[in-house]
């Protein structure tokens, strides 16, 4: 059974940081792409940030240089470390891991930026 379950979300001020959490279990983690998604109400689904295996990394442009990606493979963990958070950061948060036609997402933690 594929699990993914995020943690570290919460409500923060305008600049502060948040880190994300991704545990994943039932794949081999090292062979996965892992990826955190957002969704704001009213919005689509955006990819936010990627790793692949190698540690490549792809960033979405309004994230870049102030959120970073990486990945554990000792705990099977993916990381998003957010800094300088804006209120358009606002959103659910999901953890994905792709590996060819295998996709699973997690169930999603929520991400309030707002004074």
């Known amino acids: 059974q594929v699990q993914l379950v995020e943690s570290g979300g919460g409500l923060v001020q305008p600049g502060g940081s948040l880190r994300l959490s991704c545990a994943a279990s039932?794949?081999?983690?090292?062979?996965?792409?892992m990826g955190w998604y957002r969704q704001a109400p009213g919005k689509q689904r955006e990819l936010v940030a990627r790793?692949?295996?190698?540690?490549?990394?792809y960033y979405l442009d309004s994230v870049t240089g102030r959120f970073t990606i990486s990945r554990d493979g000792a705990k099977n963990t993916v990381f998003l470390q957010m800094n300088i958070l804006k209120p358009e950061d606002t959103a659910v948060y999901y953890c994905?891991?792709?590996?060819?036609?295998?996709?699973?997402w997690g169930q999603g933690t929520q991400v309030t930026v707002s004074s």
């Open positions: 994905n891991a792709h590996l060819g036609r295998s996709e699973y």
């Open positions: 039932g794949i081999m983690f090292r062979l996965y792409v």
């Open positions: 790793i692949a295996p190698d540690g490549t990394t």
